[in-house]
C-alpha cells in the first residue's frame, strides 16, 4: 500500500528535474520598465526562460511612448503611457490592449488589470495636454506567466512610477 507521505515524494521527485529546465534565465531582469523603476520581481512573473533580453523605446505616435521587450527576439511584454482625452475611461482605454481583455477594477476604478494585462489612470498635468489624461499600459506575451494579482501589483508600481517622472508635471 502506499502512504501519502509517499506520493508527496514521488510528486516532489517527479516535479524536482521539470522545474529547472526549460525555466531557466540567463539575463538579468531589469529593475526599470521604459525608464520607470518598478521591483524586477514584479517584473520577472512576466518574463519568460531564456538567454538574451533587449528593449526598445519607441514613439509610434505623437501621444505614445512604448517599449518592447523581448526575450531571444519573442516579444514578452509591452509597456506604454499613452494621452487619451478626458472623456475616454479606463475600460475604453482597456479595450484598446488586446492583453487585457476582461478585468476586474482596483485602486477605487484607477487600475484595471486581467491575467496578462492591465491599465492604469495617472493624475498627471501636461500644459501639452490640457484636455487630455495619461494612462499607462502594460502587456504580457507569455501565456505561462498569467497572474492577475501580480499584473495588478505591476501596474500599480508602474503607475505610480510614471506619476513620480518627469512625464507627469
Not at 503611457?81 to 476586474?104: L, M
Not at 492604469?120 to 490640457?130: F, I, L, W
Not at 499600459?137 to 508600481?157: C, D, F, H, Q
Amino acid at each position: 500500500m502506499v502512504t501519502a507521505s509517499a506520493l508527496a515524494i514521488i510528486a516532489l521527485a517527479a516535479t524536482a528535474g521539470c522545474s529547472s529546465s526549460g525555466e531557466k534565465r540567463d539575463y538579468t531582469v531589469p529593475s526599470s520598465l521604459c525608464g520607470m523603476a518598478v521591483p524586477s520581481g514584479e517584473l520577472r512573473t512576466f518574463l519568460p526562460a531564456g538567454s538574451k533580453i533587449s528593449v526598445q523605446d519607441t514613439t509610434p505616435v505623437d501621444r505614445t511612448k512604448r517599449c518592447i521587450v523581448t526575450v531571444d527576439g519573442d516579444r514578452a511584454l509591452v509597456a506604454s503611457r499613452e494621452w487619451w482625452e478626458k472623456k475616454d475611461d479606463i475600460a475604453t482605454v482597456a479595450f484598446a490592449h488586446s492583453q487585457v481583455k476582461t478585468g476586474e477594477l482596483g485602486d477605487r476604478g484607477r487600475i484595471l488589470y486581467s491575467e496578462l494585462g492591465a491599465v492604469g489612470k495617472t493624475r498627471c498635468v501636461d500644459a501639452a495636454h490640457p484636455e487630455d489624461v495619461l494612462y499607462v499600459a502594460v502587456e504580457a506575451y507569455n501565456e505561462g506567466s498569467k497572474n492577475a494579482p501580480g499584473m495588478k501589483k505591476l501596474i500599480a508600481s508602474y503607475t505610480n512610477a510614471v506619476e513620480s517622472s518627469s512625464d507627469c508635471r
